[in-house]
């Protein structure tokens, strides 16, 4: 189903994106996805694989983000990956101004996982540092009172993380697989 393994995949990453702090963000967006595909009984190589590549054009695009997601296309289709796959991909910008995608509206549970997957992953890293980089004690509770804390990660859009629920499960629920799935590679994020 997939094209290229994941070592492939990391090679394209580092192809595209030279920031170290960058490949933390794709790192912790595959495991959450993984975790997710897991617990829905879904397609884990699958959706660690959106998750892994979903921002591939990030390091070539940031300094003008209305660009993000242009270049993506062109560099999965290249990497074999068929347009179903580019679709989902491009479906995390959807609501944003960039590449065209302001006013699409995500509608696949698929779609809805990779959003909040990927948006999660910036306010379990911001309260892991915040904790002295500690994931392994961090729980539901205490990730949720930051989670309603605004000004606490504000670049954080929690509207987006709430979109786990149309995937299925509850908003306490995708907190703790997003904590396990995290607390599985904290040393490769730099997390402990």
Known sequence: MLPISREEALKVIVEHNKDSQDMIHFLESEAIMRELATRLG??????GMLGLLHDIDWGTTKQYSREHLTKAPGILKHAGFDDDFIQTVLSHGYGWDCAGL???????????????AETMTGLIHAYALMRGRKVSSMDVSGLKKKFKDKKFAAGVNRDIILECEKTGI????????????????AKEVGLN
């Open 102 to 116: 302001k006013e699409k509206k995500r509608e696949r549970k698929i779609e809805h996982a990779l959003a909040a």
């Open 42 to 47: 879904e397609d884990v190589e699958y959706w």
């Open 170 to 185: 509850s908003l306490d629920e995708f907190m703790q697989v997003s904590i396990d799935a995290i607390r599985k590679i």
